[in-house]
């Protein structure tokens, strides 16, 4: 599975962004789905993850609320929706595919990441 993430970019406080993940090669079919970030001098976190089909959705704490995550498993998408961001959402946002929960040493695929800036 080749997963690429898009959608990042540079926003201020309080604005909204909306990432995406697209599999150019494979299937999302059967992979819990989720999107990581690291910070500068920070270790990679998890931020939502979506079980397979799509029933079971979770999220970090600082995210509650605010972040979305979807999947759309006819075109083999995951989004995560940001609303109200922080400067403290800054990182590079990863996709990762996984047959369960993935953790930041647990996961079998990749997306190659996209920068978000948030600027306050």
């Known amino acids: 599975v080749q997963l690429q993430a898009s959608g990042g970019g540079l926003v201020q406080a309080g604005e909204s962004l909306r990432l995406s993940c697209a599999t150019s090669?494979?299937?999302?079919?059967?992979?819990?789905m989720g999107w990581f970030r690291q910070a500068p001098g920070k270790e990679r976190e998890f931020v939502a993850g979506?079980?397979?089909?799509?029933?079971?959705?979770e999220y970090v704490g600082s995210v509650k609320g605010r972040f979305t995550i979807s999947r759309d498993n006819t075109r083999h998408t995951v989004d995560l929706q940001m609303n109200n961001l922080k400067a403290e959402d800054t990182g590079i946002y990863y996709c990762?595919?996984?047959?369960?929960?993935?953790?930041?040493?647990?996961?079998?695929?990749w997306g190659q990441g996209t920068q978000v800036t948030v600027s306050s």
């Open positions: 979506i079980s397979w089909p799509g029933t079971k959705k």
């Open positions: 090669e494979g299937t999302l079919s059967y992979y819990y």
């Open positions: 990762a595919a996984n047959r369960n929960v993935p953790t930041s040493t647990r996961v079998a695929f």
